[in-house]
């Protein structure tokens, strides 16, 4: 595993390309918190797709709790950070192909007993990684409000913290209902203005702060709900063409929107013909694998979205 992570950071060296690296996951796909529990012998971990989102829930709410857990995490922070790149023979703390480290992919309390101790161990692990890399920056990789459970104030105290170099948030207008799998063009305006607020949301924190911040995640559905790469992006491309249309003012009025990332990347991938669920041998299109693959990618044959994402980083650079 990390021979590929050290290739791959080579191959974006070679490319001016920049990583940022992500420590732990809320969700199963990657492991993350549910594997740091059955390391501490919490038991087997509960699948949300299988065992229901109410037993994932109260799993992963014990990681903030467990100190077991916490502390292998904390070895296995020390060992990425230290690490020495076999193919470059660069510390990966003088790395440059380094954009920031980052505490994990959408942290979350999961729950308001756990508050306390996750708002710590954030804070912790952003101090851990500072003290062993001054040279890169930390993000937390949250989705904001929604990923602090919509405690406000809690997520601009922790990104306010001194080892925490910008804001975080995502943006997901399908997961957060604002559109559904049957109302995807039609309740394009109600995504559109729910995604305004909840940016301005966010531009306020950093402003308060003092800090940039970047929208990390956002995605949208291809038209109808379909995944095939046949298939039309009409109202995807409006919301891609809004979200950086509000990018483009917040930067001529010297906000603090630094930027975004699109999800996900799709490529030259081809999901199958025959199941939407991803299995061993299909392609990887960007999804995870719980979710439906070509839900959110943008693929190389998307020519009107990607000609609006190249304009978009034209206009920002």
């Known amino acids: 595993i990390f021979d590929g992570l ?4 080579a191959e974006l060296g070679k490319r001016d390309m920049m990583a940022v690296l992500y420590m732990n996951n809320s969700w199963e796909w990657t492991g993350g918190y549910t594997v740091y529990l059955e390391w501490a012998g919490a038991g087997k971990a509960p699948v949300p797709a299988v065992d229901g989102w109410n037993a994932y829930r109260e799993r992963v709410g014990q990681y903030a709790q467990n100190d ?3 502390a292998m995490f904390k070895r296995h922070v020390e060992h990425v ?3 020495t790149n076999r193919y470059t023979g660069l510390k990966y703390i003088n790395d440059p192909a380094l954009f920031a480290w980052q505490i994990g992919n959408e942290p979350r309390p999961f729950g308001e007993e756990n508050f306390p101790a996750f708002e710590q161990w954030v804070l912790d692990v952003a101090a851990q990684i500072k003290s062993l890399d001054p040279n890169h920056m930390v993000a937390t990789g949250s989705e904001g409000k929604w990923g602090c459970e919509g405690d406000v104030a809690m997520c ?8 925490i170099d910008y804001l975080n948030f995502h943006l997901w207008p399908l997961n957060w209902t604002w559109i559904s799998d049957s109302t995807v063009c039609e309740n ?4 559109k203005h729910e995604a305004k607020a909840y940016i301005d949301l966010h531009a306020g924190m950093a402003t308060r702060i003092g800090k940039p911040m970047v929208m990390e ?6 038209d109808g709900f379909q995944f095939s790469k046949a298939s039309t992006t009409q109202c995807r491309d409006e919301f891609y063409t809004y979200i950086f249309s509000l990018i483009e003012a917040d930067r001529a009025a010297h906000g ?3 930027g975004c990332n699109f999800w996900g990347w799709g490529g030259f ?5 025959e199941h939407i669920w991803w299995a061993v041998g299909d392609d990887y299109t960007g999804d995870p694998a719980q979710e439906q693959q070509g839900l959110n990618s943008v693929f190389a044959s998307d020519a009107s979205t990607c000609a609006i994402i190249r304009q978009a980083a034209e206009k920002l650079r």
């Open 6 to 9: 050290d290739y791959l950071m």
């Open 68 to 70: 077991s857990a916490k």
């Open 81 to 83: 950070v230290t690490r």
């Open 156 to 163: 601009e105290r922790i990104h306010a913290d001194k080892n």
């Open 188 to 191: 394009l305006s109600v995504a």
């Open 217 to 222: 995640e956002f995605g949208f559905p291809r």
């Open 256 to 258: 603090p929107f630094a």
């Open 269 to 273: 991938a081809e999901p199958s013909k």
